[in-house]
């Protein structure tokens, strides 16, 4: 039997244009745990059975939109504070990568909106966030050598 290749959790990169021009990506520090989402709306238009009207009818999807998440979690650093501060009280876009680092892997580059910026302190841990960034424009994949 063949192992397959697979990739450590810490190697999917959620990275944040800074806006300069060259922009440069980072990643910001505190996030422990990393996830994308692309996702499809769709609606649906019921088919009948011509030859028996009664039976059920099977549902046809047409994909309408597509759209895609990132969502991060992990402790609050108080060097990334700022940057997640401004980013949402600023209710700007920001460029993001989503970068699986492994070799022959490309990214996912679009422009995203953070839409959850939420703090949770529980006695005896430390203050953790949660933040949500949803596209705001087409999300593509970008090939690498």
Known sequence: MAQPTVIPGTKLLILVGDSASPEVFSQPCGLTTRSFK???????????????????????????????????????AVEAYAFWRNWFMNAVAKNAQVKLDAPGLGYYAGSFILTN?????????????????????AVTWVDVP
């Open 38 to 76: 692309l996702s499809a709306s769709t609606n649906s238009t019921l088919i009948p059975d011509c030859d028996d009207g009664g039976a059920p009818a099977w549902e046809a999807k047409d994909v309408n939109g597509l759209s895609a998440q990132i969502s991060g979690a992990g402790v609050l």
């Open 117 to 137: 910026f939420e703090h949770t302190g529980t006695r005896g841990q430390k203050v953790a966030i949660n933040v949500t960034m949803d596209n705001d424009q």
